[in-house]
């Protein structure tokens, strides 16, 4: 199992664990009916107490993606049943997994510009640019708009997962999306530690998605190096 610094992450620490698990058994290497290492054990290689290790597995409990027997210890139920904070966040190291953290760039209430597909009702947007990282290591670039009629988002209180956010903060959730991957020219506005040069080619993803509304709320375009992670799609 890796074991990233969940410390810079605004999400709350059980759930940064609770987060690194499913994406853990996603990528099979937590796979059906293992045992789980020691509450003890595990609580250590968090750097976390026992009390929030127990709220980070009773978390995955509820989801049905564990099972705990008394006196015996904490065993995988790898199902996709469960709703993730990451779910939809679909780039994974090339061996699987990782927890995904981002910096951000820059936040601005602003027009809707002509290149973007028709999404939400609004003619304006909110753009959030951001640096992803998995388990710490740089792997995309990604600008997300937001449709203006959604909600006003407040830069101090966005969070890891801007769906947790809108979930928590504007109180709807994305329900679906839909993906176009292929390859794209790095933004000029990447910063150097993505570590490509702004026209390089690199790997592109086109994100429309839906929370309840018949129209789509945001729409979001991710550069990433296909040499630090992979895009994964599950189907079950």
Same mark, same amino acid.
């Given at each position: ?8 992450? @605004? !999400? ?17 290497? !937590? ?23 127990? =709220?980070?597995? @009773? ?33 994974? !190291? ?45 792997? @995309? ?10 909600? =006003? ?8 997962? !801007? ?74």
């Amino acid at each position: 199992m890796s074991n990233p610094d969940l410390s810079s992450s @605004a !999400l709350p620490l059980y759930l940064q664990i609770s987060e690194t698990l499913i994406r853990e058994i996603a990528a099979g290497r !937590l796979v059906d009916g293992e045992r789980l290492p020691p509450e003890r054990e595990l609580a250590k290689q968090y750097g976390t107490t026992v009390r929030t290790l127990r =709220k980070s597995l @009773a978390e995955l409990e509820k989801q049905g993606m564990l099972e705990r027997v008394q006196g015996s210890g904490n065993y995988v139920r790898a199902t996709q049943s469960g709703r993730s904070v990451y779910s939809m966040f679909r780039l994974e !190291l090339p061996e699987g997994g990782g927890l995904p953290t981002a910096d951000i760039l820059s936040v601005h209430d602003m027009e809707k510009p002509a290149d973007l597909p028709a999404f939400g009702s609004s003619n304006r947007g909110t753009r959030i640019r951001r640096l992803r990282y998995l388990d710490e290591v740089v792997i @995309a670039v990604e600008e997300i708009w937001l449709d203006g009629d959604a909600g =006003k988002v407040d830069p101090a209180k966005l969070s890891e997962s !801007l769906y947790h956010y809108y979930q928590k903060q504007l109180g709807f959730w994305i329900r679906r999306a839909e993906d176009r991957v292929s390859i794209g020219h790095v933004p000029a506005w990447a910063p150097e530690a993505f570590g490509h040069t702004p026209g390089e080619i690199s790997g592109y993803i086109e994100r429309l998605s839906w929370s309840q509304a018949a129209a789509p709320v945001e729409f979001s375009r991710t550069w990433f190096d296909p040499e630090k992670s992979i895009y994964i799609q599950r189907l079950t």
